[in-house]
């Protein structure tokens, strides 16, 4: 009787220990890939690619992990487990660097509209002073035609920011800002040539 | 007793073969393709870094499906008893994974370094095309429309050129392909019709000759108006005195056809009538004979053809005047002089001084290359 109860246990032990760590960390995994999706939200692709491609990376890679384990009699998910808390913490840290790194192109893009507004402002007063001599009012019917456009390019970058496309807005503003920037050169220089020769 | 040991026997085998089972379990167990998945996932991954998602799209993906075919494999097979696993099927996906995505690397890599030079290229040559534009068509009066685009396609290259810089060449791509397309199409409109504008030019060249010759056989002043250059040149004995700035109607392009067209006529004129005092509102003015007879043939024969309606009137009381110096062309089709150079002219000219009014006095190759 003694020996049958030794070998109930013996047996219950080896089904411990043949089990044990052997669950598949369905919660973990669900937990992480839901960080990750929160990332993909947060556009982490546009705004932190490379730090978003490492999470993807570390996920797939515990992915392999994880089926390795199954792949065994005796399943140990330690690893993954711990690999699995860091991806978890990685990609929070990038769903939150993403909204930093958008929060700052916002601002870049709020930054530029106002100093382009200014520089509009300031070129439509440059005009009205600049030279009109030889083939001088020609070019300023040409400028007038440049600064429709960057006006134009103004009001296609708000409705980019107004939808939240931060990046692109930033793409084009900057480059209306150096087209009106070099307008505004141009008029400064051809009213300060002028100056010159009246001296 | 015997049956005591018998107990400790059987517990004793099956203590042994357990771990025996076990051990061999595990022996003949199909491995899963480890190696060639980190292989795989590796080779994918290098791909990613070196943007073959943007720049090798279609094997990128591939490879990306691969990989996942392999690891759905993987877990199906797992899920089925030790011995009965199969992992061939997640070894091919694996394998053909990593192909794609080695492929995928190296062909973003050239396809990145061929973009970039093109790219580099086509913003050189738009530059170029715009230097061009500037330098042909400041004062041309080319229609808004084709201003605006020209303009569109400028702020499109900076657009591209931005994009270039920050290593965003398929954006840059699109922006070049699309600025090109607007500067292109609009220069080859404006040299279409600049060309078509020279295509008069062996009449104005006979017609520069023969008013330089009445200047010099006559010994008296004759004058010239180049339109393209927007030029006045006054030439006494053949020799070229006198050089303005010479302001023209606003469609100078082409001759009159008609009245209210704002074109300046093309043509050998004589000065009719010296204009000064309250008689005229441009300060002073010198009265051409147009239309001449030349110019009325012309206008007849338009509406015989049906390319001018019956009811359309032939232009005329078109002048050299003062006011000019505006810089811009603003008359109604007559050539506008400073104030100043009209007191020179004024003094100079007679009734019956020759004027000759020509698109240009240079041929249109010399107009390019000048």
Redesign the interface.
């Known amino acids: 009787m003694k ?2 109860v ?2 109930g246990l ?1 047996t219950i032990v ?1 089904v411990a220990v043949l089990s044990g760590c052997g669950k598949k960390p369905q919660v973990e995994i669900d937990a992480t890939n839901a960080a990750i999706e929160a990332a993909k939200t947060a556009e982490a692709a546009v705004y932190v690619p ?1 730090e978003f ?1 490492a999470v993807q ?1 570390s996920m ?2 515990i ?2 992990d994880i ?2 384990q ?2 065994k ?1 005796f399943k140990n998910f330690k690893t993954a487990k711990a690999k699995l808390a860091t991806t978890l913490t990685l990609a929070n840290q990038v769903a939150a660097n993403a909204a930093v790194k958008k929060e700052e192109v916002k601002k870049e893009v709020e930054t530029l509209m106002t100093e382009i507004k200014t520089v509009l402002e300031e070129n439509k007063t440059l005009m009205k002073k600049a ?9 300023l ?2 400028i007038k ?2 600064m ?3 006006e134009g ?1 103004v009001v296609e970058a708000q409705g980019l920011y107004d939808s939240g496309t931060y990046m692109d807005a930033l ?2 503003v ?3 800002k ?2 009106a920037v070099g307008i505004n050169t141009e008029l400064k220089e051809a009213i300060a040539k002028v100056k010159g020769k009246k001296k | 007793m015997r049956k ?1 040991w018998r ?2 026997l059987i ?1 004793a085998a ?2 042994v073969s ?1 771990p025996l089972i ?1 051990l061999l ?2 022996r003949f ?1 199909p ?2 393709p ?1 190696g060639e ?2 292989y795989a ?1 590796e080779t ?2 290098k791909a ?2 070196n943007n073959a998602d943007t720049y090798s799209k279609k094997l990128y993906s591939e490879a990306k499906i691969f ?1 996942d075919s392999a ?1 759905v494999n ?2 199906k ?2 899920e089925r008893f ?1 011995y009965f ?1 199969d992992y061939d099927k997640v070894a091919m996906f694996a394998e053909l994974s990593a192909k794609k995505a080695s492929q995928a690397g190296a062909n973003s890599i050239s396809s990145t370094s061929n973009l970039k030079i093109n790219l580099k290229q086509k913003i050189d040559f738009l530059n170029d095309l715009i230097s061009d534009i500037n330098e042909l068509f ?2 041309y009066p080319l229609s ?1 429309e084709i ?2 685009r ?3 396609g ?2 499109l290259l ?2 591209a ?3 270039y810089k ?1 290593g ?1 060449y398929l ?1 840059a791509n699109r922006k070049i392909t699309d600025s090109e397309y607007l500067l292109t199409a609009s220069y080859e409109n404006a040299a279409s019709n600049l060309k078509n504008y020279f295509k008069s030019y062996s009449v104005w060249e006979n017609w520069v000759e023969k008013t330089i010759n009445e200047s010099k056989k006559n010994r008296d002043y004759s004058i010239i108006i180049d339109k393209y250059s927007r030029k006045c040149f006054v030439y006494l004995n053949g020799t070229k005195k006198y050089e303005f ?1 010479a302001e023209l109607g606003k469609n100078w392009v082409g001759d009159k056809r008609v009245k209210g067209d704002k074109a300046t006529p093309e043509g050998m004129y004589k000065i009719t009538k010296k204009i000064e005092g309250r008689k005229t509102k441009y300060y002073k003015a010198l009265l051409l004979d147009y239309p001449n007879d030349e110019d009325k043939e012309k206008f007849k024969s338009e509406i015989a053809r049906g390319s001018l309606p019956a009811s359309a009137k032939i232009g005329d009381l078109i002048e050299i005047h003062g006011n000019g ?5 603003w008359t109604e089709g007559c050539v506008a002089l400073t104030d100043k150079e009209m007191d020179v002219i004024f003094k100079i000219v007679k009734v019956g001084t020759l004027v000759t009014i020509v698109g240009s006095m240079v041929d249109l190759q010399n107009v390019v290359n000048r």
């Not at chain 2, 110096?325 to 062309?329: F, R, S, V």
């Open positions: 020996n049958k030794l070998m013996a080896m490379a491609a990376d797939n890679a992915n392999a089926a390795v199954e792949s009699l030279p009109r001599g030889k083939e001088g009012a020609a070019v019917e040409q035609t440049e429709a456009t960057i390019s793409n084009k900057k480059a209306a150096e087209r | 005591d107990d400790v517990f099956v203590a357990m076990v379990l595990i167990t491995q899963p480890i998945m980190e996932r994918l991954s990613g870094k990989y690891m993987w877990q097979e797992n030790l696993r400041t004062t808004s201003r605006n020209i303009s569109k400028k702020m900076t657009e050129e931005i994009a920050k965003q954006q700035e110096g505006k810089g811009i062309d």
